[in-house]
């Protein structure tokens, strides 16, 4: 058996026995929250608990983690470092590369391995791409991302490109409180400026709401900030170049209606129900001042929580864990048969592998 005819065979059997590996590559948020991350996290764990060698790859030793703000049963996936150099990377072996990390394809393109894009946010596709030049050039032909507005750009931009879609989930512990709503407004935007400016906004526009609070919810532990979160009476969303939202569902699987900018690319989860919209940034403060108002006088209307609560019945663990399953059950078939093609066309006729 000819060297080259021994790795596929290794490389086939690795395959069939899941014995190969899932690299993906994240980045060190040194320790903020970030919803892209607790993503990663949980499509490492699912890999893992469905019988795959799941990796969460990082650039650096000192790699900080997330246990302070996804906690133990999460951080506990397996890691490795770039830079220990311990990596050994084999032809069986899959490494997926979040569309941030585009300026790294060029490193890896002579690895033997195959090689996918986790686009979560669609802004940054071409971030750190050079101009005129895709995935495909770099050898990478697949991605994963998470919505059909998501697929619609990238098909745009990379027509041969396959893309699988596996949407998140909303943990459990993200739900109405027990107890009265506060007079509390969670706010939530990608720039802190545009918190401090919305803030002092409605203080200025509604100086007789100076005894209501608001509530940045950054750099905490994801369940002390869907604790929080629930004990809210609205939330304040902002984010332009939001690929998906994970905010608004959380608010909204709160029970807490959620005020917001429409971002550049709409939701698809979005409708003139589930919360109240506006598409100028500038009119954000004038909805949320009429919002507590009716608040106070309890004039929210009950088709506003029905929507919200049938908007997040989709975002359930189990359909999570469902996508994940069929779309690598898909990726490691396909990976399975063109190894078996690439080893039948050296394998002589009438001599088989052994």
Not at 9 to 19: A, F, P, V
Not at 67 to 78: A, H, K, T
Not at 214 to 228: I, Q
């Amino acid at each position: 058996m000819t060297e080259q005819v021994f790795k596929l065979q290794e490389t086939l059997d690795k395959l069939n026995s899941k014995k190969s590996r899932i690299f993906l590559l994240t980045m060190d948020t040194k320790g903020v929250q970030k919803a892209s991350i607790a993503y990663n996290y949980e499509l490492v764990k699912t890999l893992n608990d469905l019988g795959y060698n799941a990796y969460i790859m990082h650039e650096k030793n000192d790699y900080m983690g997330v246990e302070s703000w996804l906690g133990s049963e999460l951080s506990s996936v397996p890691h490795v470092s770039i830079e220990s150099k311990q990596i050994n990377v084999e032809l069986s072996d899959l490494v997926i590369v979040p569309e941030i990390f585009g300026h790294v394809l060029e490193q890896i393109k002579s690895m033997p391995c195959e090689k996918m894009i986790l686009c979560q946010s669609y802004d940054y596709i071409l971030e750190t791409l050079p101009p005129g030049t895709t995935w495909p050039v770099f050898g990478v032909h697949r991605v994963i991302t998470t919505t059909k507005g998501q697929t619609e750009m990238i098909k745009s931009l990379m027509p041969t490109v396959d893309v699988s879609e596996i949407q998140l989930y909303i943990p459990n512990y993200f739900k109405p409180t027990s107890k009265p709503q506060s007079p509390i407004i969670s706010i939530h935007t990608r720039e802190p400026r545009d918190t401090m400016k919305i803030i002092k906004s409605f203080y200025l526009k509604f100086p007789q709401y100076k005894w209501i609070s608001f509530r940045d919810l950054r750099n905490m532990s994801r369940e002390s900030f869907a604790e929080s979160l629930s004990d809210s009476c609205a939330s304040v969303w902002v984010d332009d170049i939001s690929g998906f939202g994970t905010f608004p569902l959380e608010s909204m699987k709160c029970g807490v209606p959620v005020i917001g900018k429409v971002p550049n690319l709409q939701p698809e989860w979005m409708t003139e129900n589930n919360g109240v919209w506006t598409y100028e940034f500038n009119k954000v403060v004038d909805v949320l001042g009429s919002y507590i108002n009716k608040w106070l006088e309890d004039e929210i209307p009950q088709e506003l929580y029905e929507s919200m609560a049938k908007t997040v019945e989709g975002y359930e663990k189990e359909s999570f864990i469902s996508s994940v399953e069929n779309t690598f059950k898909s990726i490691f078939d396909r990976k399975i048969r063109e190894t078996k093609i690439n080893l039948e066309k050296l394998t002589p006729v009438g001599v088989e592998n052994e």
